[in-house]
DNA sequence: GCTCAATAGTGGACTCAGTCCATTTATTCC
DNA sequence: GGAATAAATGGACTGAGTCCACTATTGAGC
């Protein structure tokens, strides 16, 4: 069973977290490169034995996605605070803006300014496009019950995917802006900006 | 080396070709699933040993895309085709739209249609969509040239990871839609339309 | 025919990610 | 002092992917 984040009242109280490893994992990276960076590596350089990582995350490339994980669970809970009246991609880009109001200038997921650094690799790109899928699952089914249609119906898959996609790029421009990035909302509000507008118009015809 | 598909005047002739292995794996993933399917097993039952399969392709997941590979080759030419005075999303479109054409329905990637079948697990999936994140970057470059903006310009990414999600959903949406499903053409059409005409309109501005 | 270069296939050793399971350790509740 | 619970560990195992040296089969030039 993989920990969790929240120690419970019972049992052996906890030696590591993910953060450790996450830190040992990142400084790593930086000095030698993702690939080359061993599990035996991070696990001895937290303090812990090889097997305890595999209780934290489920794969190597998992270590960068800490604080993304939650971004789903919050994007759900703002795509249900949506009031029923509001126009449907409307109400979605608000629910991304408002979830996306949680990343100043300095929260910058760290794959995404050192994913160069790092030498970054497919196995990186792979793991990223699997939360990508996540995300848009997220977004498909609420486009779905929204608009009363079946979640795989082509529209509704294409709008998720688009939304999802055009967040992605807007994360990479504002981590790629630098120290003067400012926050992610308005490169965020911009991307999304074009998709919700040709998808609202496609769906009340 | 990995071998090119093109055998040579000189040296060994082959014994084996990516589409034997293809098939041989193919069979294995309907007999056992994904997961289940061992390199080695592959190998046997095409009748060479384990190493000659990393001869033909670099990774296991690597043996869906041989029907994709020319796509991206494909696209660019369709791209540079396109003429100077047509609006630029249209222009995209009709260079997406003219490569689809190349997918009847029985030209179906077969990955796309055996996905439930073998199994799939995440590792597939993913590598389906990272096979489109590199058409990604070709609409990028397209895109920031026809604009005259630089390719790390965030509309522009946002364009053409948008315009790529959409193939993707319009795939899955077509392959999904079973023996019925027709060409691929007007699938990727509905997709693609309304992000063209969002991005059309907020790139006139 | 012989030799040479080129290319395909093979064998074997190796590293490391990821799985599995049994065992130990630390803690709380009773 | 248990019993229950949960974290950490040790060790064995599978399989992907890498590396490299070696063999096999061809065409070309002589």
Redesign the interface.
Known sequence: MVAQSTTPARGRPRLSSREMLEDAAFELFLEQGYAKTTIEQITQRAGVSRNTFFNYFPAKSDVFWVALDEVGARLRRELSAVPDDAPVMAGTRTAFLTVADGFGPGAVPWILTQYEAIGGN?EV???A??R??AL?SVVRFHLASRLDLPS????V??????L???T???A??WA?AGVTRGALTP?LD??L???????E??FVL
Do not use: K, M, W
């Not at 898959?157 to 688009?162: M, R």
């Not at 900006?193 to 998808?199: E, L, N, Q, R, W």
């Open positions: 497919n790109q792979v793991s496009v699997s990508f899928v848009a795989t119906h082509p529209e898959l294409a709008a998720a995917y688009a999802t996609a055009a992605i790029a807007a990479q421009a790629a490169y911009r991307a900006a074009p998709v919700c507008d040709g998808f118009r496609a």
